[in-house]
C-alpha cells in the first residue's frame, strides 16, 4: 500500500504560478501510474494530469494543456504538478493518486489518493 501527502496548495493571484508536489510512503511510486485530479465546491473531482510509470507518457485536461506539466522524481518517490498562468478557475482542492493504469483519466481507475491541497485562485 502507498500513501500519499500533497503540498505546495495556497492563495495565489491570476496569473502566478505554483508547484504542487505529492509524497509517498509504504512503497515506491516506480510501480504505479500517477495522477493528479480537483474538486470545486459542488462539482464533481476532474482530472487533471497524468503520469506514465517512467515518465515517458503524460496527458492533460485540454483546460490545463499548455500550462500545467506534471514530472515524476521516481528514486525521491514523488510527483510534481506545474501550475503556470494560473486562472479563477482553477480554485479547487488538488488530489494526488496512485494506480495501475497508463494515464487513466478516470478517478476509478487509481487505488490510492491523498487528502488534497487547496489551491484558491483570486483576481
Known amino acids: 500500500q502507498v500513501q500519499l501527502v500533497e503540498s505546495g496548495g495556497g492563495l495565489v493571484q491570476a496569473g502566478d504560478s505554483l508547484r504542487l508536489s505529492c509524497a509517498a510512503s509504504?512503497?515506491?511510486?516506480?510501480?504505479?501510474?500517477m495522477g493528479w485530479f480537483r474538486q470545486a465546491p459542488g462539482k464533481e473531482r476532474e482530472f487533471v494530469a497524468a503520469?506514465?510509470?517512467?515518465?515517458?507518457?503524460?496527458a492533460y485536461a485540454d483546460s490545463v494543456k499548455g500550462r500545467f506539466t506534471i514530472s515524476r522524481d521516481n528514486a525521491k518517490n514523488t510527483v510534481h504538478l506545474q501550475m503556470n498562468s494560473l486562472k479563477l478557475e482553477d480554485t479547487a482542492v488538488y488530489y494526488c493518486?496512485?494506480?495501475?493504469?497508463?494515464?487513466?483519466?478516470?478517478?476509478?481507475?487509481?487505488?490510492?489518493w491523498g487528502q488534497g491541497t487547496q489551491v484558491t485562485v483570486a483576481s
Open positions: 509504504g512503497r515506491t511510486i516506480s510501480s504505479y501510474d
Open positions: 493518486a496512485a494506480g495501475q493504469s497508463v494515464v487513466a483519466t478516470l478517478p476509478r481507475q487509481y487505488d490510492y
Open positions: 503520469i506514465s510509470l517512467g515518465g515517458g507518457i503524460t
